[in-house]
């Protein structure tokens, strides 16, 4: 039986919301059962959130044109963008891709189930044209999730799942992320607990010579790509745009470019060679905010957090865990906003192994602003 949660003072709707807590997760039984009702739901064309190991996502029939739409409406999402499809068995790829070729088959081998997206030929008339938005492909991925598992298996559908936020909004590792977003104007929301990477899949395509290109960096990184690939494997030109441009020189405010991921605050990232003249900037930077009379926030990492003051400081982990800061960047910017935070401030990482994800993320919702620090040891 489904809960239902109503937002607190609110009159819109109630929300039909399973619990699924880790007994039942264990039990492959007790699993089905509890989603029997959201995965009756999903079959008949609702639309439903759902845990992921990477964040919630928004799950619809990916066949049902009526459903999706229904997706892209409870998220305000651009129509134009396309759908990853979520499956929870190899073979169903069959009736979903015209082929698989060898190299994509042996990353699949390697990370499904995973936070890997595979962009594959897709077959005509099989999806919504709604999911592929007039493309020849599709993004494909089986989570490493037992209830995403599991209710896919129960639906009887591919499933298209963005993540389960409005959008521009950070993404969701919690249930109550997505009650807070979408709450009265979705189907149901399966609360199977936190998320696990915190940051969503790796998409990438692989041509026949096996070489592979990675069109969002996520929770695998370009370096395990590259070795289990056994060839070369390198970033979409439009990221390496992305990661050399919309930088500034300090102290010029942000610019009003595209942002998505973003807190409802203004977002900058401070990056620079000597960790000391960054955090430096930045407590110069959040105490003079904070005289103009606006609300500061700072996240950090462990090696810093000592140094700031701020109305609200947030820890994203220790430099050397970066999968820890991915764990935890979405629930950090969506702390900004419960403390309405006007003024934010992050620290840049490395962009080795995860921190390409972290540092693709950051810009996204800072809406392309870094400044770029000049070492005064120059």
Not at 246 to 251: F, L, M, T, W, Y
Not at 304 to 311: N, P
Not at 328 to 344: K, N, P, V
Request: net charge negative; glycine share 10%.
């Amino acid at each position: 039986m489904a809960l239902t949660h109503n937002e607190n003072g609110t009159d819109r709707p109630s929300t039909p919301y399973w619990r699924i807590d880790p007994e039942m997760m264990a039990d492959p039984g007790k699993l089905r059962e509890g989603l029997k009702e959201a995965a009756d739901a999903l079959r008949g064309g609702g639309v439903i959130a759902f845990p992921t190991e990477t964040v919630y996502g928004l799950g619809a029939d990916a066949r049902l044109t009526s459903a999706v739409e229904a997706v892209f409406a409870a998220k305000g999402r651009p129509s134009d963008n396309p759908l990853i499809v979520h499956i929870s068995e190899v073979s169903q790829l069959d009736g979903l891709v015209k082929q698989v070729n060898p190299a994509a088959r042996k990353l699949m081998d390697a990370f499904w189930p995973g936070p890997l997206t595979v962009v594959l030929p897709v077959k005509p008339g099989v999806l919504s044209h709604r999911v592929t938005a007039g493309l020849d492909t599709v993004g494909i991925r089986m989570p490493d999730h037992p209830v995403a598992l599991a209710l896919i298996e129960a639906s009887g559908c591919p499933v298209a799942a963005p993540s389960a936020n409005r959008s521009g909004r950070p993404s969701p590792t919690l249930a109550s992320h997505v009650l807070e977003d979408l709450a009265g104007s979705i189907d149901g929301i399966v609360d199977g607990g936190a998320t696990g990477v915190g940051l969503e899949s790796t998409v990438v395509q692989v041509l026949d010579d096996g070489s592979v290109t990675v069109l969002r960096p996520g929770g695998v990184t370009l370096e395990q790509l590259a070795q289990v690939a056994g060839a070369p494997v390198k970033m979409d030109p439009a990221l390496m745009a992305e990661a050399g441009s919309g930088d500034i020189p300090a102290p010029r405010a942000p610019g009003m470019k595209y942002t998505h991921y973003a807190p409802q605050g203004t977002l900058s990232i401070v990056a620079g060679e000597s960790a000391a003249e960054v955090s430096d900037w930045i407590s110069r930077s959040l105490q003079e905010a904070e005289a103009r009379g606006e609300r500061t926030g700072v996240l950090a990492f462990d090696e810093h957090i000592s140094r700031y003051h701020a109305d609200c400081v947030e820890t994203l982990g220790s430099l050397s865990d970066l999968g820890t800061a991915a764990h935890r960047l979405y629930a950090a910017l969506r702390r900004m906003d419960e403390e309405h935070i006007d003024f934010i401030l992050a620290e840049a990482c490395p962009e080795d192994g995860l921190g390409a994800a972290i540092m693709n993320r950051l810009r996204k919702a800072a809406g392309q602003t870094v400044i770029r620090l000049e070492s005064q040891a120059r």
